[in-house]
């Protein structure tokens, strides 16, 4: 069961990143980080001291989630008035997007 998940707010102007957790096949994904925004914080940076404070995350999982929003930082950096909302979630297609704007 996949227990981590990105949401990302994604404008023109930032980057907001958070990370849910599911507990349960009951239960939707909860919470665990308030969203940390990029480039006005070291956001990626953040989110690893933040995922590292909880004792019951595996590295394996936090690994993996971190050089994803490496990824998806990328992504903003290189296309993020040129690309719509429809194509960078289907470039990264676990991951929540909030939109500020929609193309």
Do not use: G
Request: net charge negative; charged share 30%; hydrophobic share 40%.
């Amino acid at each position: 069961m996949k227990t981590l998940q990105l949401r990302f707010i994604w404008n023109t102007e930032r980057l907001a990143i958070a990370v849910d957790q599911k507990l349960s096949d009951n239960v939707s994904f909860i919470p665990i980080t308030e969203f940390l925004s990029w480039p006005q914080q070291s956001a990626r940076d953040e989110l690893e001291v933040l995922l590292k404070a909880k004792p019951w995350i595996p590295e394996h999982e936090m690994i993996p989630l971190l050089e994803k929003v490496s990824s998806v930082i990328d992504c903003w950096q290189e296309k993020n008035t040129e690309t719509s909302i429809t194509e960078i979630e289907e470039k990264f297609p676990d991951c929540t997007f909030l939109a500020t704007y929609r193309k």
